[in-house]
């Protein structure tokens, strides 16, 4: 299982491929789009997993974490879409049994693709802004920023030939409004718990991946690549809110 934060997901993958005589499948249980794709670069489509975990969690001090919310069930599925392996099944089961309530399902992209459309939205505002969640969508200047950013994931997403639960922004925008922001109003983004201990950020898995590939599409990203380029800026200066 990959925990790792996204940019250590390559040595994560380097470090399992040294394991001698390992053969098992590796699921990455990890935030952001492109993680998935290496992990089945280094060990091949049928033994490639993922999981969308949608939990917030702050590490108060080492080893004690307190989970802040938990907005649905654990999701894993196989890198091969289409039907529900044994192996994402059995995983699952073993999940739930342990107390956290987990189910596989049958296409992972999608809820990868969901989350990243909730991340980008909020963490990196949120971070840039030094505020939680709520108060993005309690001011009508984030909201607007938040409704550019929510379209022009959509448009990647359906750019790379991906899906979601909703057939557009609109759509989205008012279950995450309804449902899913209420659910973590209270939420400080983890993007900004990183900076302000001076760590790397998840950026390129997040609103950088979002203009990378809006990039190669040629499909408009200015909001995502604005969000992206100022975390870039506190992450090279070190500086956060709490300063």
Request: some cysteine; hydrophobic content about 35%.
């Amino acid at each position: 299982l990959i925990t790792t934060k996204s940019y250590d997901t390559a040595e994560a993958v380097r470090a399992i491929g040294d394991l001698n005589n390992f053969f098992g499948p590796v699921v990455s249980m990890q935030n952001g789009c492109g993680n998935i794709e290496r992990v089945e670069q280094q060990f091949g489509s049928a033994r490639t997993y993922a999981a969308r975990v949608i939990t917030g969690f702050e590490i108060k001090q080492p080893g004690t974490v307190n989970i802040t919310v938990t907005a649905d069930d654990v999701h894993i599925g196989s890198y091969i879409r289409g039907a529900i392996s044994p192996f994402a099944r059995h995983l699952a089961d073993t999940i739930n049994q342990a107390g956290l309530p987990c189910r596989a399902v049958k296409d992972i992209y999608q809820d990868l693709f969901a989350k990243l459309l909730y991340n980008c939205a909020l963490n990196p505002l949120g971070a840039i802004l030094g505020v939680h969640y709520g108060a993005l969508g309690d001011n009508s200047e984030t909201r607007k920023i938040m409704k550019q950013v929510i379209d022009e994931t959509f448009a990647v997403i359906h750019g790379l030939g991906g899906t979601t639960p909703w057939p557009d922004g609109k759509s989205y925008r008012r279950i995450f409004y309804e449902k899913l922001l209420p659910m973590t109003y209270d939420h400080r983004p983890s993007m900004l718990q990183d900076l302000e201990q001076g760590k790397p950020t998840e950026i390129e898995a997040l609103t950088g991946y979002v203009a990378d590939q809006g990039g190669k599409l040629s499909i408009p990203t200015p909001a995502c690549s604005m969000l992206a380029g100022l975390v870039r800026f506190r992450e090279q200066t070190g500086t956060t809110e709490k300063e």
